[in-house]
């Protein structure tokens, strides 16, 4: 038998969860590494799941309530893996924990919040608006507890400390390095989005009423930036007439060479968000093929094409301008099946921007290799298992069936020898 | 949808991808190369639907077609293509295909073909040595020399008959195949389109734009091409205008070959000289400097650039050697250079020279039929 138990898991996402309860369930013990301060990675950010159009808040709730349940699961946020070494069945992993500079005695009362004098962009709005440097990450976040964001402080200042009534706010907090004796490791750290400003002739950040489809989740959601009112940037005015253009990135031997998979999908989905809020509104997919994977899918497109102001276009925007009177966005385009090269005014763009693996930047871990792309070789290791979109780009569902069968490669580790 | 029945050329297909084209069939039609591309027409624009019709083997589609010489391969499609197709390079290698085509002898295959490459360098040194061997010329010593002792090329190769009736034999054969090769051009093109306006205001308006090198302005990956192009252009204007010159001097006054250096026909040579030798430079340069972008290019590209290159090295050599009277170099010299300028010349409807006239009667025929306004 192997000399330890324990099941680390890299990456508080969907996979990392689900990989969690799954081995937490089978009386394996688990430590999750998380390197936000709270848990549920892009799905937490997600306004509605594709294709049944619910909201992945209600399955998050689920997982969390889980591993709450179970004692067996030991988290650290604001954590980062830094080495792994040993051998399958008996790793040593050495994490660094970065200070939250709030314990656990937090009541998430907001005393801090208001008592703070300094802002941060919020991140997990992707910088559409900003938060105090001490704060809550989003409303329904987990754990329930503030973060202060020391690099945003005033200097000397101590105001949230000083309003805490319940001595849950330590500024002196340090960062420690752990180590954990581990039998299996389960990566689990996801992805980013593309950065839209590589893809110089789409615009990002130049011409303001283009954003990306993350960023459209946040500007849906009723705990965004806008309380879920899908305005542009540039005024707030309501948006009417939208565009989304496909393979913003992927597909493209210049930034990702492989499809992301999802942003099909994401698109028809966000295009009905629009629709659904403003009645009199329009929307236009512009797409090279449109790739609707798995069983349900296809039903998902063929909603989108009955409603007649969703217009799907076949043609691959590469030209992106403002209108510098209305803030209007202008995309060029050749629609195919027309054959005509034409400009088209939008009130906003969606960028339909791919999945980029986190260890596409950052490769800390040396015992598995990785592709060009950044991926994880699959099978490079035995004992350490990458899952989901660290493999592939995939959605949230094979995702989470990806993490519970890499459970069980993680199982047979820890009984093997 | 009317139903269309296709009949792939499959040989055409592969003779693209040979031509320089070999990543044709990485294309999935995004149409990102339209977008990109600031000189097409908007209406059934470039490049995306040459790619198609290259990928089917449409050969009849495409080289019929006025549109691949409207592109002037800036190259922005192919720097900005996802799949890294190139249809700057396919598009270049249609055109090969093109000039193959209307041309109406055997040597446009030789042409295109690096293994022929001997053979057509073989006829103007025959040609050549058949003129000097007999008189015992390949004895440097043997030469006879001018008045000053110096070194008179004609002496060596008379200017009549052997320079004049050779060159002016391969002039008049390329003007008979060009004229050939355009006029079933035109023939093609003309097929189901209806021409409109006045002929010649398209002509006119054409050669403006030539001279002016507007079109090169709207590249952006490749846009220092201009400057490179309109010299090497000029340059060559300016030696046109050279030549004939000498033959109002010979034939007109009687005025004999080398004229000091002070004669404006001297000037004027020697300038446009230097101005396709730096031209010439800045064209390579800028294709190696693109490379990574654009494409490497083709051995048809290369061909025409490395025979520009060795006639204007050579010719300026020529008159260096001479003025400096190292015989041994000097003859040698002016012998490789006469022999380039017959390979730019007699095989110019074959070679990539070709483009000047393809491109200028599409030009004027895009015109004409409203396809550029």
């Excluded at chain 1, 209600?58 to 004692?71: H, P, S, T, V």
């Amino acid at each position: 038998m192997a000399e330890s138990n324990t099941v680390v898991i890299i990456g508080g996402g969907f996979s990392g969860l689900t990989a969690a309860v799954e081995a937490a369930e089978a009386e394996k013990d688990v430590v999750i590494i998380e390197k936000n301060p709270y848990l549920g990675g892009r799905v937490a950010q997600l306004n509605k799941y594709f294709w049944k159009l619910c909201p992945p808040n209600c399955g998050l709730e689920i997982q969390f309530k889980r591993i709450k349940n179970n004692a067996r699961v030991k988290i650290y946020t604001l954590a980062e893996v830094q080495d792994i070494k040993g051998e399958e069945g008996n790793l040593d992993v050495a994490v660094k924990v970065n200070p939250r500079y709030v314990n656990e005695k937090c009541v998430a009362c907001d005393a801090c919040a208001q008592a703070c004098p300094s802002y941060r962009d919020n991140t997990f709005n992707f910088g559409m608006d900003k938060t105090k440097a001490a704060y809550l990450p989003f409303n329904q976040a987990f754990p329930m507890q503030y973060v202060i964001d020391r690099n945003s402080c005033a200097p000397n200042c101590k105001a949230c400390a000083d309003a805490c009534k319940y001595n849950a706010i330590d500024l002196g907090m340090k960062s420690e390095t752990i180590n954990i004796k581990a039998g299996a490791v389960i990566m689990a750290m996801g992805w980013n989005p593309y950065d839209a400003s590589k893809i110089d002739n789409l615009s990002f950040g130049k011409v303001q009423n283009v954003i990306t489809n993350m960023m459209m989740e946040r500007l849906s959601a009723p705990n965004g930036p806008t309380q879920g009112k899908i305005v542009r940037p540039s005024d707030g005015k309501e948006v009417k007439n939208i565009a989304f253009v496909q393979c913003a990135g992927s597909r493209d031997e210049n930034h990702l060479p492989f499809c992301s998979y999802i942003c099909c999908l994401a698109s028809l989905k966000q295009a009905m968000y629009v629709r659904e809020q403003y009645p009199d509104s329009k929307a236009r997919i512009f797409y090279i093929d449109l790739r609707t994977p798995g069983l349900y899918e296809h039903r998902f497109l063929k909603k989108a094409m009955d409603d007649p102001d969703i217009t799907l276009t076949k043609g691959k925007v590469a030209g992106i301008n403002e209108d510098p009177e209305t803030k209007d966005v202008i995309v060029e385009v050749e629609d195919i099946f027309s054959g005509s090269k034409t400009e088209m005014k939008f009130d906003m763009v969606v960028l339909a921007t791919g999945m980029e693996p986190t260890t596409k930047t950052s490769q800390t871990i040396k015992n598995v290799s990785y592709t060009s792309d950044g991926f994880v070789d699959i099978g490079a290791k035995k004992g350490i298992y990458p899952v989901g979109t660290l493999k592939n780009p995939v959605d949230v569902v094979r995702s989470a069936q990806d993490a519970t069968s890499a459970v069980i490669k993680g199982i047979q580790s820890l009984r093997r020898i | 949808m009317a139903e269309q029945v296709i009949s792939p050329d499959l040989k055409f297909v592969e003779d693209v991808i040979a031509s320089g084209g070999g990543d044709l069939k990485k294309c999935y039609q995004c149409a990102t190369c339209t977008v990109v591309c600031n000189v097409t027409p908007d209406n059934k624009p470039f490049p995306r639907k040459e790619m198609i019709y290259a990928q089917w083997g449409m050969k009849d589609k495409l080289i019929s077609n006025p549109d691949i010489w409207l592109c002037h391969q800036c190259s922005d499609c192919t720097a900005y293509c996802p799949r890294g197709a190139k249809p700057g390079e396919v598009l270049g290698a249609v055109r090969k295909l093109a000039i193959q085509h209307y041309s109406p002898t055997p040597l446009s295959k030789m042409v295109g073909d690096p293994k022929y490459l001997l053979i057509l360098f073989a006829i103007p040194v025959l040609l050549f040595l058949s003129y000097i061997v007999p008189k015992g010329y390949l004895d440097v010593s043997a030469i006879p020399r001018g008045e000053d002792g110096g070194i008179v090329y004609s002496k060596f190769m008379p200017v009549f008959p052997q320079i004049d009736v050779t060159f002016g034999a391969a002039a008049f054969f390329a003007a008979v195949c060009f004229v050939l090769g355009i006029k079933r051009y035109w023939t093609d093109m003309s097929s189901g389109v209806g021409a409109q306006g006045n002929i010649a205001d398209s002509i006119k308006t054409t050669i403006s734009e030539i001279l002016a090198h507007k079109r090169f302005e709207k590249c952006n990956v490749t846009k220092d091409r201009k400057i490179a192009h309109l010299l090497v252009f000029y340059a060559f204007v300016g030696l046109a205008i050279t030549t004939t010159w000498a033959i109002v001097y010979l034939y007109g006054f009687h005025y004999d070959s080398p004229y000091p250096l002070y004669d404006p026909l001297k000037l004027l040579g020697n300038a446009s000289a230097l101005a396709l030798l730096y031209g010439i430079t800045l064209v390579t340069g800028n294709r190696l400097k693109n490379a990574e972008k654009a494409g490497k290019g083709s051995y048809f590209d290369w061909l025409f650039i490395t025979v520009i290159y060795a006639i204007v090295v050579t010719g300026i050599l020529s008159e260096l050697l001479r003025l400096a009277n190292i015989a041994t170099l000097a003859y040698p010299t002016y012998f490789a250079h006469l022999v380039f300028v017959f390979f730019l010349f007699a095989y110019a409807p074959f070679s990539k020279m070709a483009h000047m006239v393809y491109r200028a009667t599409a030009m004027v025929f895009a015109r004409h039929t409203n396809r550029e306004s």
